[in-house]
């Protein structure tokens, strides 16, 4: 079982650019949730995915926005962006099991750093 | 809003003592997690502990839930280098989204 895989490991943008970072959950999850964890910080919840569609969302700008695919899979993309957006970002896969958080699974994370 | 607050933020004890740190919260949760990370890397589940428990045991590990005084405590008994990491507590608040704390640094001492 491979686990959670996240890609890529390290991402340099300018501002203005646009990212998409991916995610492949743990095998058997049908949840994925992204977070972005600033230096010194807590994760910060961006959202979930649940069926191929956003099931919640956190105080992020709609700048941030998300997919799931049909194999689970998920990508999570930034426009526009802006140098506070720097920070690793976790995906993290969990079985979807009576409407409250199980334990989630979380990948390494992906660097991104705009210059 | 910050739901969860670790404390203490940073924690330094030598190899083969006890840690405790401790995690509040403000409104009623389903459950609440504890979560470990190494040096900036993804996050490693440690322990669930439902809203109707008051304790959970894993290996070296001991959570309480006091849901009276909205508060949580992890306890890693004879600590070990490799415990040197951030701890993070996760709340699950009913009918909201999941929220971490900032964390607490714990540097074991050899």
């Known amino acids: 079982d491979a686990g959670v895989t996240q890609s890529p490991t390290h991402l340099i943008k300018t501002r203005g650019q646009q990212v998409t970072l991916r995610c492949s959950p743990k095998?058997?999850?049908?949840?994925v949730s992204w977070y972005q964890q600033a230096l010194g910080q807590g994760p910060q919840f961006i959202f979930q995915y649940y069926e191929e569609e956003e099931r919640q969302r956190g105080n992020f700008p709609d700048r941030f926005s998300g997919h799931q695919f049909p194999n689970y899979s998920s990508e999570l993309n930034v426009n526009a962006l802006l140098l506070g957006d720097s920070a690793l970002y976790l995906c993290?896969?969990?079985?979807?099991?009576?409407?409250?958080?199980?334990?989630?699974?979380f990948g390494p994370g992906t660097r991104l750093t705009v210059l | 809003s910050q739901q969860g607050e670790e404390d203490p933020q940073a924690l330094s004890i030598q190899e083969g003592e006890n840690a405790t740190m401790n995690c509040s919260y403000k409104t009623s949760i389903n459950n609440l997690q504890w979560y470990r990370q190494n040096s900036g890397r993804g996050l490693v589940h440690l322990i669930l502990i439902r809203s109707n428990e008051r304790e959970k045991h894993s290996g070296r590990l001991r959570v309480t839930l006091d849901t009276s005084k909205k508060s949580s405590s992890l306890l890693i008994t004879a600590s070990r280098a490799a415990d040197t990491a951030s701890y993070f507590c996760a709340t699950d608040p009913r009918d909201d989204k999941i929220i971490f704390g900032k964390g607490t640094r714990l540097h074991i001492l050899p």
């Open positions: 993290a896969s969990s079985f979807s099991l009576g409407g409250s958080y199980n334990e989630q699974f």
């Open positions: 095998s058997g999850h049908d949840t």
